[in-house]
C-alpha cells in the first residue's frame, strides 16, 4: 500500500515585503496620529475613510514617478470580463474618485484628510515595505496658492506637535511651472519634445545619486555608467544645459533672492514667470503668519514628482544626522511632500479642478523619532491579578473587575499558576506595571500584596541596601483600598517617567 504523502506545513514567515506590529510600535502609531488628527482638525479639515480596494481604471497612470499604467500596484480581476481591481498604492488617486463621484453634495473647496495602509507591488529592501502607512491631507476646489500655503504652515505645525523639534527639519518649496518655463526658454516645451522633456525630468531627480557631472551628460548625448550600460540622453545643447543647470543651482541665501534667479532664468516665459510670482505669493503668505525660512524655505532643487505635480510643490526634510548600516553619518532625509495636482480629478469630470495636498510617511516619521527619543509613549502592559489559588478564581475576577471599573488597565493571569515566579516572568513581559497578590494568609487577614514592578526593577537595578529599605517596592494594604493603592503607584510611575525626560 503506497504511503499517503503529509501535506508540508506552511511556512510561519510574513510574505516577503510585509512584517507585523506589536503592542508598543502600534500604539507608538495610534498616538502620533491622534496628534497629527488633532492638527488637521484644527486646521479645519474633515476626516475621510474611502475603500482599501479601487479599479484599476480610477487608479490610473498617477502613480507617482512610474511610466506605465497600472505599474506597482496589487492588481486582480474577479472574472474574464469583471473589472480590474488593486489596492490603493496611496490616498491621493482614492480622494479623486471620491470628490469626482461625491462633488454634488460636498462643499467647495472639499478639504480632508485621511489616513491608513497603502500598499505598493515593488522591489522591497531594508526599511522599505511593501505595505506602510500614510497620512494625508488635501484641499479641493481651491485655486489660490495660499491653499499652498496653508498646507505648508500646517506640516511645520504637525512636525513639531509630534516631536520633530525647530532646526532639525525643513520644508522646501518649488514650483513645477518654473521649470516648465525653463524647459519652454530651452526650446523642448511642445508636445513634439515631450521624450526629451521626460529624460530631462528623470535626470534632475537624479542628482543627488549621479551628481552635476551625471546630470549634464544625461541633458546632453548621454552616460554609460560603471557597467557600461549606455542612458540615452536629452540630446540638449550646452546653453540649454545650462539654463536647466541654472535652475537646479537658483537657491539663494533668501527667498525673495532665489525668486530673483529664478525671474532671470525663466524671462520670456509667462508660465515660468507665473511659477515664480506664485512662490513669491507663498513665502509672503507664510511670512505674515511667521512662518520664517527657518522653517519653511525656496528651494528649486525640490524635484519630487514633477511629472505628476502642476504647480508649488513641497518637501519635509529632517535635517539631523543618523549613521547608516556601515556606521557613517548621513541626514535622514525627506517625511512628507506634496504639492499642486490639478489634472488628477479631471480624469473622471472632464473639468480641470485645482487641488493641493501632502502626505506624511507615518512609519518613517516614527522611525526618526525613536532615533532621536522622543517617542512619547510610555505603553505599559496591564496590572497582573496573580493566582494563588485555582479554586479562589472568582475573588480574583471580583478585584479585575474593580480596577476595569475604575478605569484600569488590568487581567488576571489565565496560565498554569503552580510556579508563582512564572507570573512574574509573565508580568514583566507583559510590561506590567503592578502586580497583585492574595495568598490564603492574605485572605483570611483581610489584605492585599501590591507589588510595583517598575519600583522593584529600578531598585534592583542601582538602589543601595539603604534606599531598598527607605523605598519598598512591595505593599500590604487593606483589600478594600486596592483600587486607591494602584492608583497611587500608578500615578507615581507617572511623574517618574516625566521627571526622567
Known amino acids: ?29 495610534a498616538e502620533m496620529l491622534q496628534k497629527i488628527a488633532g492638527v488637521y482638525h484644527r486646521y479645519g479639515f474633515d476626516a475621510l475613510e474611502s475603500s482599501a480596494v479601487e479599479t484599476v481604471e480610477a487608479l490610473g497612470k498617477f502613480l507617482p514617478d512610474v511610466d506605465r499604467p497600472n505599474e506597482g500596484v496589487f492588481a486582480w480581476q474577479e472574472d474574464d470580463d469583471a473589472d480590474w481591481l488593486a489596492l490603493r498604492y496611496d490616498l491621493t488617486a482614492p480622494l479623486a474618485r471620491v470628490y469626482a463621484e461625491n462633488r454634488n453634495d460636498l462643499p467647495t473647496p472639499y478639504r480632508r484628510y485621511a489616513m491608513g495602509p497603502v500598499w505598493r507591488n ?13 497620512c494625508d491631507a488635501d484641499t479641493v476646489g481651491a485655486s489660490s496658492v495660499a491653499a499652498d500655503a496653508e498646507i505648508c504652515a500646517m506640516l511645520s505645525d504637525t512636525l513639531e506637535v509630534v516631536g520633530i523639534a525647530r532646526g532639525d527639519y525643513i520644508i522646501r518649496v518649488n514650483n513645477r511651472k518654473v521649470l516648465n518655463g525653463v524647459m519652454e526658454v530651452c526650446g523642448i516645451a511642445g508636445d513634439d519634445k515631450a521624450d526629451e522633456r521626460g529624460i530631462v525630468l528623470r535626470a534632475i531627480d537624479k542628482l543627488d545619486r549621479l551628481g552635476v557631472d551625471g546630470v549634464r551628460a544625461l541633458l546632453g548625448e548621454g552616460r554609460k555608467d560603471e557597467s557600461g550600460d549606455f542612458t540615452k540622453g536629452a540630446g540638449l545643447s550646452d546653453a540649454q544645459a545650462d539654463i536647466v543647470m541654472g535652475f537646479m543651482d537658483a537657491k539663494r541665501e533668501t527667498g525673495t533672492a532665489t525668486a530673483a534667479r529664478l525671474s532671470e532664468l525663466v524671462q520670456g516665459s509667462r508660465v515660468g514667470e507665473e511659477g515664480v510670482n506664485e512662490l513669491l505669493t507663498i513665502a509672503e503668505l507664510l511670512t505674515a503668519q511667521g512662518y520664517g525660512s527657518d522653517r519653511i ?12 505635480y502642476t504647480g508649488p510643490v513641497y518637501e519635509a526634510e529632517l535635517t539631523f544626522e543618523i549613521e547608516d548600516e556601515k556606521g557613517r553619518p548621513r541626514n535622514f532625509g525627506s517625511v512628507a511632500g506634496g504639492g499642486r495636482y490639478d489634472d488628477l480629478v479631471k480624469r473622471f469630470t472632464g473639468q480641470e ?3 493641493t495636498g501632502v502626505s506624511i510617511g507615518v512609519d518613517r516619521l516614527l522611525a526618526a523619532l525613536r532615533m532621536k527619543g522622543r517617542v512619547k509613549s510610555h505603553s505599559s502592559g496591564p496590572v497582573v491579578v496573580t493566582v494563588m489559588d485555582k479554586n479562589r478564581m472568582s475573588d480574583y475576577q471580583s478585584m479585575v473587575a474593580e480596577l476595569r471599573d475604575a478605569g484600569i488597565r488590568a487581567e488576571v493571569y489565565l496560565g498554569n499558576p503552580k510556579n508563582f515566579g512564572n507570573q512574574l516572568k509573565y508580568a514583566d513581559k507583559r510590561n506590567s506595571p503592578i502586580a497583585i497578590i492574595e495568598g490564603g494568609d492574605e485572605k483570611e487577614n483581610g489584605v492585599i500584596q501590591i507589588k510595583d514592578l517598575i519600583l522593584g526593577a529600578k531598585i534592583a537595578e542601582s538602589a543601595t541596601l539603604e534606599e531598598w529599605k527607605d523605598r519598598p517596592s512591595q505593599y500590604e494594604v487593606p483589600r478594600e483600598q486596592l483600587v486607591a ?7 507615581s510611575q507617572t511623574t517618574d517617567n516625566q521627571e526622567a525626560e
Open 1 to 29: 500500500m503506497a504511503k499517503v504523502k503529509k501535506a508540508p506545513r506552511p511556512k510561519a514567515a510574513a510574505p516577503k515585503g510585509f512584517r507585523d506590529y506589536f503592542g508598543a510600535e502600534v500604539t507608538e502609531r
Open 122 to 134: 515593488e522591489k522591497p529592501g531594508p526599511g522599505r515595505y511593501r505595505q506602510f502607512y500614510q
Open 297 to 308: 524655505e525656496i528651494d528649486p532643487s525640490v524635484v519630487r514628482g514633477l511629472g505628476y
Open 353 to 355: 479642478v485645482p487641488a
Open 485 to 491: 493603592k494602584v492608583r497611587e503607584i500608578l500615578e
